[in-house]
């Protein structure tokens, strides 16, 4: 995102699955309210939710915003945080996401984040990178911690 407004880009960024409390990335992208589009609109960890609907009612309502974002070529960059998960969980149709970020503007780039990304969006994507913890703290019993985890 910084590299992006370095640029003198507009951002929008939709979180899935975040959004019961606030994290270090969104307290401070919202300094930026006119460069920044800033939409939390999970719960939390939905795969510890009893309520499948509304896991997908939220995640269908997070997918209109991103949609808002992809069909704006004002934004040079959209951030859709942790839609892999919602996509693993099945709370959006995948090839319904894929159509959409298709048919994006042309040089709209887009960053997509969260473990376990499908096979058919890894397909389409230019770029895939995979993170991976060599040694954490939560290990030891050291909860997340704002500045590092959140």
């Known amino acids: 995102v910084g590299r992006a ?36 609109m999970g719960e939390g ?11 997908v009612l939220k995640a269908q309502q997070a997918w209109e915003q991103a949609r808002r974002f992809l069909l704006d070529p004002a934004y040079g960059l959209v951030v859709l945080d942790e839609l892999n998960i919602a996509l693993k969980y099945r ?26 990304a499908p096979p058919e969006l890894i397909a389409v994507a230019d770029t895939v990178s995979e993170m991976n913890d060599v ?8 909860a997340a911690q704002a500045g590092t985890e959140w």
């Open 45 to 55: 960890y939905t795969w510890e939710t009893q309520d499948r609907e509304r896991d």
């Open 91 to 116: 709370y959006l149709d995948v090839h319904t996401v894929i159509a959409d970020l298709l048919d994006r503007p042309e040089m709209q780039h887009v960053v997509v984040t969260g473990r376990g």
């Open 5 to 40: 407004l370095g640029h003198g880009m507009k951002v929008g960024v939709v979180q899935f699955i975040k959004g019961a409390m606030s994290t270090g990335d969104e307290l401070f992208l919202r300094r930026f309210p006119d460069d920044v589009s800033f939409h939390a």
């Open 135 to 142: 040694k954490h703290a939560f290990r030891a019993g050291i």
